[in-house]
């Protein structure tokens, strides 16, 4: 078994600043670092129990098979906060069938966001 101390989900984005600037006030997201330094810096984010960094460019477009799920405590408030921001709605909160509450959002280069809300009584939280 490998001995994982630290994990981070790594992006280039096609336009570093655009993305930067979308995960920091869109999102609202906190800097845990950055290194280098002018437009060309890299930017490590906050996620909850992860990191999340951008760094370099890519040309080619994202991935559709890649999404980043993100809990959050109150879905209708991350709604509500998100779109006063201006960010853009793909699929507003939802009751799923398997019983979380699902948002979908995007970044700058079209990767899909999930934001989810786990509510009390849903197994992830609770086991009898």
Excluded: C
Excluded at 60 to 76: E, F, G, H, K, Y
Excluded at 100 to 124: N, Q, T
Aim: proline share 9%.
């Amino acid at each position: 078994m490998v001995n994982v101390v630290s994990s981070r989900i790594l992006l280039q984005p096609a336009d570093l600043e655009r993305s930067r600037a979308f995960y920091r006030d869109d999102l609202g997201l906190a800097i845990y670092r950055e290194f280098g330094s002018g437009p060309e810096r890299g930017t490590v984010f906050f996620l909850g129990g992860g990191y999340l960094e951008l760094s370099g460019r890519s040309g080619a477009p994202m991935s559709s098979a890649l999404r980043v799920w993100l809990q959050v405590p109150d879905i209708a408030a991350a709604h509500t906060e998100l779109a006063d921001r201006g960010v853009p709605v793909l699929r507003p909160p939802l009751k799923e069938p398997w019983g979380l509450f699902e948002m979908w959002i995007a970044d700058p280069d079209g990767l899909e966001i999930v934001l989810v809300e786990v509510p009390a009584d849903h197994p992830i939280r609770y086991r009898p």
